[in-house]
């Protein structure tokens, strides 16, 4: 906790108040996280496959009331109740990303907040894993960090990385779809793998720990910190027919270097299978 806490210190000009903020508010919300983690709490169900425990609220309720003190002007975006509002910085939360894992005792989650403009462009995002005490965090222009340190995309050929991806479990009409998009990819990497995290999981394609990242039917609270973060790295951010992701309107997602992700949507065309981004 010393390390990551420690990070906010050396962010002191005036520029920097917000990311400052931001950081400090995402921290102490995974500390919250953590000393639940294992403990009793109460566990509901938002869909047939999707839980929500007490966590979730608590410290969504959390981050929202900490920055609607420092910055009374910005808007919000969060999961819980789907809770939006208008203003400048619009914030995008996920106050628990992972929340099958955590009510289930994996601890593969995070707390996500991208930082936007009033007009939706991206400033800034912080992601933190409350179990491994690490900080990513990014601002537009400046790169992307992991505790303090510079990440970058990785550099390996397609074949020599690990692939992250998921199945649409609140599109279970897509599970066939998606599955033959997998298994054109199946050939051309190491192997697969699927943690339950989006944000984590493109919070890892930035720092190299997976050379791509590919998922449909997720929402901009689950992208909107880690895409920054990606892009910083060095990487590029797409929907599956090819253009820019946008974490407001797209469906789909897939990261990674522009080499990897480049072929990757070509062995998609290739096949034959329909896109949709």
Not at 5 to 20: A, G, P, R
Request: with cysteine; hydrophobic share 40%; charged share 20%.
């Amino acid at each position: 906790m010393g390390q990551t806490h420690s990070i906010i210190k050396f962010m002191k000009n005036t520029d920097e108040i917000l990311m400052n903020t931001v950081i400090s508010t995402a921290l102490k919300a995974g500390d919250i996280l953590r000393t639940g983690f294992r403990q009793r709490f109460e566990v509901e169900q938002k869909s047939a496959h999707d839980l929500i425990t007490e966590y979730d609220t608590t410290v969504q309720q959390f981050i929202v009331e900490q920055l609607s003190k420092a910055f009374p002007g910005a808007g919000f975006v969060a999961e819980e109740e789907h809770f939006s509002t208008k203003g400048d910085p619009l914030l995008v939360i996920d106050p628990l990303d992972g929340t099958n894992n955590f009510a289930m005792g994996i601890p593969q989650f995070c707390v996500s907040i991208g930082v936007f403009t009033g007009e939706r462009q991206p400033k800034a995002g912080v992601v933190y894993n409350p179990v491994l005490e690490e900080l990513y965090h990014a601002q537009v222009g400046k790169g992307a960090y992991l505790n303090g340190e510079p990440i970058h995309v990785t550099q390996e050929p397609l074949k020599d990385t690990l692939v992250a991806t998921a199945l649409p479990f609140k599109f279970r009409d897509k599970v066939d779809w998606i599955t033959q998009l997998l298994l054109h990819v199946y050939p051309e990497v190491m192997d697969i793998r699927r943690l339950g995290s989006a944000a984590l999981d493109i919070c890892y394609t930035a720092a190299g720990i997976f050379g791509l990242y590919f998922e449909y039917g997720i929402n901009a609270w689950d992208t909107a910190a880690g895409v920054c973060l990606l892009r910083e790295a060095g990487g590029v951010a797409l929907d599956f027919s090819g253009q820019p992701y946008d974490p407001f309107t797209s469906k789909s997602i897939v990261v990674g270097p522009s080499a990897h992700v480049e072929r990757v949507l070509h062995l998609w065309r290739e096949s034959g299978v329909q896109l949709e981004g």
